[in-house]
């Protein structure tokens, strides 16, 4: 028997593998929004930020990616202290790649605390070669969930 050239012929099929971890580990119902067109003001003869144009809205998970940065305090020079956790979103590769400046609203979880919560997206989604589900580094902006 003469041994296949073709590449990734002994490994499952990568949509199979992909299936697996999406419905095992994207277990809430996310949301991702971008800036929509300004808007003119009347009142004010402004133009004002638009309502967030949704994105996608689809499965997804969200966990806090650990503590606190580290600050470096230099004596005498003030500095904003890095107090306010990262977190992470994980999407399916299907998805549209998040924007730095995007906000993510979760819909739905298991954690009542977490419904409603909405994030500033800091950095694009992280891609790659190995990839099964999209990694993006977020910052919380407004907490949500039940009273």
Known sequence: MTPTTDPGAAMPESGGVTALVERLLLTEKIRIGESGPQIF?????????GPDVVKYEGPGLHRA?????IVLRLEGQPYKDDGDGRYL???PLSAPVAAEGNTVTIVESTDPGAVGRTFKVLDPGESGGLTVVR??????EKAGGAA
């Open 65 to 69: 990616s650990g503590g606190p940065g």
């Open 41 to 49: 003001d009347p009142n004010t003869g402004q133009y004002v930020p």
């Open 135 to 140: 990694r993006t580094w977020m910052r919380i």
């Open 89 to 91: 979103l994980f999407s």
